[in-house]
Nanobody
Framework: EVQLVESGGGLVQAGGSLRLSCAAS????????IGWFRQAPGKEREGVSC????????YYADSVKGRFTISSDNAKNTMYLQMNSLKPEDTAVYYC?????????????????????WGKGTLVTVSS
């Protein structure tokens, strides 16, 4: 069974940092693009960042560029999201997701409908 399990969420003050982890199992980690999405109450789920396990290329939403860093450890089937300079608007449930890349996948990676697998999410709350 495919599983993606997030951890590391919690409460942090604005300007602080948090590191999320996503542990994957049940599929060939290196064949997939792995990413992070988030969803705040009343808002649509949006792409935050993703990383290609094969070549290490990364992509970020404009709202988090320069503040968040995505990384992966294929040997451990684990992906990370280092979040720095957190803002109250970063408050959301953060989800780990994975998909098999197709042509020009980097043009649509932020679309949640393109994901093949999802974790259950971890809540990040940033206080002002």
């Amino acid at each position: 069974e495919v599983q993606l399990v997030e951890s590391g969420g919690g409460l942090v003050q604005a300007g602080g940092s948090l590191r999320l982890s996503c542990a994957a199992s049940g599929f060939t980690f290196g064949d997939y693009v792995i990413g992070w999405f988030r969803q705040a109450p009343g808002k649509e789920r949006e792409g935050v960042s993703c990383i290609s396990s094969s070549d290490g290329s990364t992509y970020y939403a404009d709202s988090v560029k320069g503040r968040f860093t995505i990384s992966s450890d294929n040997a451990k089937n684990t992906m990370y999201l280092q979040m720095n300079s957190l803002k109250p608007e970063d408050t959301a449930v953060y989800y780990c997701a994975a998909f098999l890349p197709g042509s020009s996948w980097y043009l649509w990676w932020s679309d949640p409908h393109g994901m093949d697998y999802w974790g259950k999410g971890t809540l990040v709350t940033v206080s002002s």
